[in-house]
């Protein structure tokens, strides 16, 4: 069966810090892999996806980049964190477009 | 514009009673239709899913959803909830031609009444 990892569960990071927050899919293959933002109290905003390694399409022009090193790797970065970048980031994969499937999230609070 | 309306930001509902969610969604392709629910701090179960076929679906957890293309709707129905449905619950389109990529609803968030 598959699974979704999403480490770490939580995160407080000052202004201005880097960020890095892995996602990895394990029981299938050439998944396309989703990153969401969920501010405190709203929906699901969608930042980036990927159908393939090395393959990122950005929804949201922002400081956060995403990059997908191996097929079922997928990682969120950012070289300067604002106040803003606050909120629940969760990962999901899914394949040929029959539902997405949602990790556990991280909690990120930047002071 | 492809949307998806969730009319009902909170909704509160005594336990034992039935319910209903509502969905409203604007798509221009044969959509495909999801449930999710979200507890607190959690990411997104998926509860159902419609793609063709049957226009009722059921799902997880005694949830079951009806597709009206007429209406544009994906309503979400149990005849009787628990405590633990205490959650927040999103609705989401997606299609084909649309790389898979899915709009969401805002949520509908459920209390539950002792």
């Known amino acids: 069966s598959q699974t979704i990892h999403q480490w770490p569960a939580t995160l407080v990071q000052p202004v201005g810090s880097p960020l890095s927050l892995e996602c990895t899919v394990e029981?299938?293959?050439?998944?396309?892999l989703y990153w969401y933002r969920q501010a405190a109290g709203r929906g699901l905003q969608l930042l980036f996806y990927?159908?393939?390694?090395?393959?990122i399409s950005s929804e949201v022009p922002q400081n956060l980049s995403a990059s997908r090193p191996q097929d079922r790797q997928f990682i969120l970065s950012s070289k300067k964190l604002l106040l803003s970048d606050s909120g629940f980031y969760l990962c999901?994969?899914?394949?040929?477009?029959?539902?997405?499937?949602f990790g556990p999230g991280t909690r990120l609070t930047v002071l | 514009a492809q949307s998806v309306t969730q009319p009902d930001i909170h909704i509160t509902v005594s336990e034992g009673a039935s319910l209903e969610l509502r969905c409203n969604y604007s798509?221009?392709?044969?959509?495909?239709l999801f449930w999710y629910v979200q507890s607190p701090g959690q990411g997104l179960q998926l509860l159902l899913k419609?793609?063709?076929?049957d226009t009722l679906v059921q799902g997880i957890k005694g949830f079951e959803a009806e597709f009206k293309r007429s209406q544009s709707s994906f309503n979400l129905r149990k005849p009787s909830v628990h405590w633990s449905d205490a959650a927040e619950y999103f609705c989401?389109?997606?299609?084909?031609?649309?790389?898979?990529?899915?709009?969401w609803g805002a949520g509908t968030k459920l209390i539950i009444k002792p």
């Open positions: 999901a994969w899914s394949v040929l477009g029959r539902a997405q499937f």
């Open positions: 419609y793609f063709s076929g």
């Open positions: 798509y221009g392709a044969t959509p495909y």
């Open positions: 029981g299938t293959s050439n998944p396309n």
């Open positions: 990927s159908v393939g390694i090395g393959q």
């Open positions: 989401a389109v997606g299609a084909l031609r649309s790389n898979y990529q899915l709009i």
